[in-house]
């Protein structure tokens, strides 16, 4: 590769701002392990949340000043069970963000929430604190597969939580896995137009995955986890999905999301676009852009090891990772592909260095699974199902 000019430094220092600049705040603990769960959650029987917010608010005033003259549009509150904080924890690092970086005049900042009477008695708070838009695990609108799934709610306290929460935020999303055990078509796609009527502007839509190191990954190793539909059956699942979500109005814009026009989350738009994010908590992954390099940041999964480092050392990161411009280009590729909007071609060369291989692209596109339009690839209708097969062809 032919070393890089003034200019292609200098676009390269920039390139973040495509997408955009978030934060992402991971809260650690929940009130139970699901057994599809491989995210970093814990379950605690006592948590010092005064603790908790000193650290984050630490961790937030280190990385404002590494990353000064930034505005902020996004913050993401995720987990473990961020409706378990208490709401004054939760003001308190909105109130440590608002003084690290500017806010835009149009800040999302969204909180995950489960549907329990617990977490939807603190949804006031959180409005009260700035939250704006809200994330719901619902999961499933049939209570034997929400005690399949390992969820503590009902599906009457789920509608009585999101007619709680449309009351309170005006933007409101909510969560559904498919392709459970002894689902059929049929049974998933009436479910589906449920969560349509319910819906405000978003839902994110999940096929089952059965994942190493969970109890659903320990329950199929031993053949124990039974009536799981087949990839075919699946595979129509996702695509009836599509079908009845875009009659509705609200369309994939990003393989597991759908939403209303205007209504896409920003906060995961950073991700998808390739911008910068700030992350602190427990096992959160960020990026960041500085001085001309951008960087990927790491923290210690387990809690205590976090919080302790953030106390003696005032950082809870581990040693960060250089991207060079080549690996920038395969993360955006492989993210912005999820899109609908799909890749800028221009923004892979410049990041890589090199055009997309045209032969690649043509071979993908008589077999119809992607097309090019307005200098952006996109994976078609009959190839977002096989995203990863046409990901390995063009990376």
Not at 139 to 150: E, F, M, S, V
Not at 268 to 276: E, I, P
Request: hydrophobic share 45%; aromatic share 8%; net charge negative.
């Amino acid at each position: 590769m032919q070393p890089l000019s003034h200019d292609n430094a200098d676009d390269l220092a920039a390139d973040w701002r495509a997408g955009g600049f978030g934060l992402y705040v991971h809260w650690p603990f929940c009130a139970s392990k699901c057994p599809y769960c491989d995210f970093n959650s814990h379950v605690s029987a006592t948590v010092d949340q005064s603790r908790w917010l000193n650290a984050y608010r630490t961790e937030i005033r280190r990385l404002g000043e590494q990353t000064p003259g930034r505005v902020l549009g996004s913050i993401f509150f995720g987990g473990g069970t961020p409706s378990l904080m208490d709401p004054a924890v939760v003001a308190g690092i909105i109130d440590a963000a608002r003084a690290a970086w500017g806010f835009a005049n149009d800040i999302e900042i969204t909180l995950e929430a489960n549907p329990g009477s617990v977490e939807r008695g603190r949804f006031a708070g959180y409005s009260d604190a700035g939250v704006n838009r809200l994330s719901m695990g619902v999961q499933a609108l049939n209570d034997a597969d929400l005690r399949r799934l390992g969820r503590l709610h009902s599906v009457a306290e789920a509608r009585a939580a999101f007619d709680v929460a449309r009351g309170v935020f005006r933007r409101v999303s909510f969560d559904l896995i498919y392709a459970r055990q002894d689902q059929s078509r049929d049974a998933w796609a009436a479910e589906l137009r449920e969560a349509l009527a319910m819906a405000v502007d978003h839902l994110s839509l999940y096929q089952l995955t059965v994942e190493p190191g969970t109890a659903f990954g320990a329950r199929a190793a031993a053949g124990g986890l039974r009536g799981l539909p087949d990839d075919e059956v699946a595979a129509d699942m996702y695509l009836e999905t599509q079908d009845i979500c875009a009659a509705a109005g609200m369309p994939a814009y990003e393989v597991s999301n759908h939403a209303a026009a205007g209504a896409e989350s920003r906060h995961n738009l950073v991700y998808w676009r390739q911008g910068d994010w700030a992350a602190v908590g427990p096992g959160a992954h960020g990026r960041l852009t500085l001085q001309g390099q951008r960087w990927a940041t790491e923290a210690p999964r387990p809690p205590g090891a976090w919080l302790s480092a953030v106390e003696t050392a005032g950082s809870g990161e581990m040693p960060r990772v250089l991207l060079p411009a080549d690996e920038q280009a395969t993360e955006y590729l492989l993210m912005a592909m999820r899109l609908a909007e799909g890749a800028d071609m221009a923004r892979f060369q410049r990041l890589a260095g090199r055009p997309l291989s045209a032969e690649a692209v043509a071979r993908m596109a008589d077999m119809g699974m992607v097309e090019v339009s307005d200098g952006r690839l996109r994976a078609t209708a009959q190839g977002r199902p096989i995203l990863n097969a046409i990901l390995r062809e063009l990376a």
